[in-house]
């Protein structure tokens, strides 16, 4: 499976942003997919997560009200929008994926990496 993310930018505190990550290749089989972000110096977050077989979404505490995960099975497509953003979100995030489903929470747990997108929230 391969993964596409894109959307990162730059973008004033409060205002909002949307991350497409388009998966390709083994897409018929159940995954779970997820974003994490990373900051350097810092291990990798995760933000949220979706199961591709119509299962929930799930959260990080420290978005939980403001990310809203998505997907579009027909696009092979899952969306993260982002509102109320923060300085402190601001990060490389990566899409990431997973055979399976169980949630995807675990950077350890990850079997397959999309290419990350910054994002950067200034105050």
């Known amino acids: 499976v391969q993964l596409q993310a894109s959307g990162g930018g730059l973008v004033q505190a409060g205002g909002s942003l949307r991350l497409s990550c388009e998966a390709s290749?083994?897409?018929?089989?159940?995954?779970?997919i997820s974003w994490f972000r990373q900051v350097p110096g810092e291990d990798r977050e995760f933000v949220a997560g979706i199961s591709w077989s119509g299962g929930g979404t799930y959260y990080g505490d420290s978005v939980k009200g403001r990310f809203t995960m998505s997907g579009d099975n027909a696009k092979n497509t899952v969306y993260l929008q982002m509102n109320s953003l923060k300085p402190e979100d601001t990060a490389v995030y990566y899409c990431?994926?997973?055979?399976?489903?169980?949630?995807?929470?675990?950077?350890?747990?990850?079997?397959?990496w999309g290419q990350g997108t910054q994002v950067t929230v200034s105050s």
């Open positions: 290749g083994r897409t018929s089989s159940t995954y779970a």
């Open positions: 990431a994926a997973r055979v399976g489903r169980a949630s995807l929470t675990r950077p350890t747990l990850v079997e397959y």
